[in-house]
């Protein structure tokens, strides 16, 4: 069974461009979610997707957009990239329904780091 | 607005002690907490959780604890081995909601 995959596993832009990043969920998995974390800080939640339908979006901007494909692997979108979307971007994916609704434990993978120059 | 504090940036425990990591929350919403290590260059790792009709959740060397009307809880590592050295996070949600809200993590290092 492979784990959680992303990719790159490095990036570099430019502010003002656009990127997409890729993650592969657990076998099984159904649901992804996606979060930010900036130096020194926890994950920051910025969406989830369940059954390819956004389900629940955190505190970020509509640039940030997502996709998850019949396979169950997703993307994220970040379009007129900011000095501040410098971060690591973690995938995490989880099995609906396997626990008490919303206690679905989340397996994440090794993250994307964006350098936004 | 940070719902969900670990106040310790970093904690040094000598190997074979007990490491307690602590958190705290401010939204009464929450009802289910986890943890979750981290190593450099690599994703969150669950660890252990606890739902809030609980007050501890034991799993091996780990231990959970629930103080729901202080809002705080913590992770109690016994005994303490080098492989625990890695950073710490506190997450936390409510049912029906699907976003985990993380703390920002304590460094936990073990002094062999």
């Known amino acids: 069974e492979t784990g959680v995959t992303q990719s790159p596993t490095h990036l570099i832009k430019t502010r003002g461009q656009q990127v997409t990043l890729r993650c592969s969920s657990q076998?099984?998995?159904?649901?992804v979610s996606w979060y930010q974390q900036a130096l020194g800080q926890g994950p920051q939640f910025i969406f989830q997707?369940?059954?390819?339908?956004?389900?629940g979006r955190g505190n970020f901007p509509p640039r940030f957009s997502g996709l998850q494909f019949p396979n169950y692997s997703s993307e994220l979108n970040v379009n007129a990239l900011e000095l501040d979307d410098s971060a690591l971007y973690l995938c995490?994916?989880?099995?609906?329904?396997?626990?008490?609704?919303?206690?679905?434990?989340?397996?994440f993978g090794p993250g994307t780091r964006l350098t936004v120059l | 607005d940070q719902q969900v504090k670990q106040n310790s940036p970093s904690l040094s425990v000598q190997e074979g002690r007990i490491s307690i990591l602590n958190c705290d929350y401010t939204?009464?919403?929450?009802?289910?907490f986890l943890w979750y290590k981290k190593y450099p260059a690599e994703g969150p790792t669950f660890l252990i959780s606890?739902?809030?009709?609980?007050d501890k959740n034991e799993d091996g060397r780990f231990t959970v604890f629930l103080n729901k009307s202080a809002k705080h809880l913590s992770l109690h590592i016994v005994p303490s081995q080098p492989g625990d050295s890695a950073v710490y996070f506190c997450?936390?949600?409510?049912?029906?909601?699907?976003?985990?809200?993380f703390g920002t993590g304590t460094r936990l290092t073990i002094i062999p």
């Open positions: 939204n009464s919403m929450f009802d289910y």
């Open positions: 997450a936390a949600l409510w049912i029906g909601n699907e976003k985990l809200t």
């Open positions: 995490a994916s989880s099995i609906r329904g396997a626990g008490a609704r919303g206690t679905d434990t989340q397996y």
């Open positions: 606890i739902s809030s009709i609980k």
């Open positions: 997707y369940y059954r390819e339908e956004e389900n």
């Open positions: 076998s099984g998995h159904n649901t």
